[in-house]
T-cell receptor, first 117, second 115 residues
C-alpha cells in the first residue's frame, strides 16, 4: 500500500536558521513521482517540486533544496537561511504509476513550519 | 488565464441539506480531482476524472457524487450533508502527456461547515 509519512508535525525555528523537513514514503511501484507543496496561512496550495523515481539527483532552487534517497525511501526538503515568509504548512505527496492510478496524489499529514523573527 | 476556480469560497449547511461545489479550469487539462482537507491533516482524494464522461472514486467517496460533462467543469455534489463533511474542499487539475504524473494545479478551496 502507498503511504507518505511526515513525522514532524510542527517545527519552530528562528529566522536565518536552516531547517529540514522529513518525508518518508512507501510504494510497491517502480515508477512513481514525489512532490512538495506549500500551504501558506492564506490557504492555497503552491507547487514546489516534482521528482520522478528514476532521477535521484538532488535539486537546489535558491534557498530550497531537496534530497531524494531511494535506499531509504525519503525525499527531504531543506530551507537554508529561513525567513518569516517561509512560515507555512508543507506537504509531501506521492503519485504512483499514472496509467493505474490516474495521477492521484497521496499526501502526508503535513509539517507546520513557524519561522520567528 | 484564471487557472482553477472554485465557488463558493465559504458555505454553511444544515444537516441533511444538499449542495454542489463548482470547479472550473481553463487550462484544457484532462485530469481533474477533488480533495478534502480536515483540520491538521493532509488532503484526501474524494473523486477524480481522467476526461469528460469518465470519473472514479478516490479514498473517501462516501456521501459525494461527481460528474464531468465537459473538459472544463468538475462539480462535486454533497447529498444529505453530515457534520463529518465539515472540511475544506480543493479542486485540482493536471495535464499528463505521455502518462507521467505532473504537478496538480489547485483551486483556492471551499470552506464548508455542516451544523
Amino acid at each position: 500500500a502507498q503511504k507518505v509519512t511526515q513525522a514532524q508535525t510542527e517545527i519552530s525555528v528562528v529566522e536565518k536558521e536552516d531547517v529540514t523537513l522529513d518525508c518518508v514514503y512507501e510504494t510497491r511501484d517502480t515508477t512513481y513521482y514525489l512532490f512538495w507543496y506549500k500551504q501558506p496561512p492564506s490557504g492555497e496550495l503552491v507547487f514546489l517540486i516534482r521528482r520522478n523515481s528514476f532521477d535521484e539527483q538532488n535539486e537546489i532552487s535558491g534557498r530550497y533544496s531537496w534530497n531524494f534517497q531511494k535506499s531509504t525511501s525519503s525525499f527531504n526538503f531543506t530551507i537554508t537561511a529561513s525567513q518569516v515568509v517561509d512560515s507555512a504548512v508543507y506537504f509531501c505527496a506521492l503519485s504512483e504509476s499514472f496509467y493505474n492510478q490516474g495521477g492521484k496524489l497521496i499526501f502526508g499529514q503535513g509539517t507546520e513550519l513557524s519561522v520567528k523573527p | 488565464n484564471a487557472g482553477v476556480t472554485q465557488t463558493p469560497k465559504f458555505r454553511i449547511l444544515k444537516i441533511g441539506q444538499s449542495m454542489t461545489l463548482q470547479c472550473t479550469q481553463d487550462m484544457n487539462h484532462n485530469y481533474m480531482y477533488w480533495y478534502r482537507q480536515d483540520p491538521g491533516m493532509g488532503l484526501k482524494l474524494i473523486y477524480y476524472s481522467v476526461g469528460a464522461g469518465i470519473t472514479d472514486k478516490g479514498e473517501v467517496p462516501n456521501g459525494y457524487n461527481v460528474s464531468r460533462s465537459t473538459t472544463e467543469d468538475f462539480p462535486l455534489r454533497l447529498e444529505l450533508a453530515a457534520p463529518s463533511q465539515t472540511s475544506v474542499y480543493f479542486c485540482a487539475s493536471s495535464y499528463s502527456p505521455g502518462g507521467s504524473s505532473y504537478e496538480q494545479y489547485f483551486g483556492p478551496g471551499t470552506r464548508l461547515t455542516v451544523t
